[in-house]
């Protein structure tokens, strides 16, 4: 049988009789207003509390992302993921690395726990 397994503190196994994974999308700073607010006014607390929230209301993969000309990226992502880290709620699913730049895709994989997923490379 085929399967992907990603990780987190948590397993999650997907095999081809999964038929809809949820993934939280609100930590992403082109999906949300809230979001980009709350990293933009370095609330970092407060924007974990956005990923507690998609954990909560049922999210199997949080997406992570913080691609804005305005933002440093790099410095977000790591500072954002270490926090998720510290969190055993959040961190025990896997987290999506969502960047088109490479070194702050580059910059996730370093700091992150688990077997995560790439995205929008």
């Given at each position: 049988?085929?399967y ?51 954990v ?66």
């Amino acid at each position: 049988m085929k399967y992907l397994k990603l990780s987190g503190l948590e397993p999650l196994i997907i095999t081809e009789e999964s038929n809809f994974i949820n993934v939280g999308e609100r930590t992403n700073v082109a999906g949300s207003k809230k979001f980009l607010r709350l990293i933009k006014e370095e609330k970092f607390s407060e924007a974990l509390d956005v990923a507690r929230e998609q954990v909560e209301n049922g999210a199997q993969i949080l997406d992570v992302n913080f691609d804005d000309g305005l933002l440093d990226g790099k410095f977000c992502m790591v500072k954002f993921l270490n926090l998720i880290a510290s969190e055993p709620d959040i961190s025990r699913i896997p987290i999506m690395i969502d960047s088109s730049k490479w070194e702050i895709l580059e910059a996730g994989l370093q700091v992150v726990q688990g077997k995560c997923v790439v995205n929008s490379i």
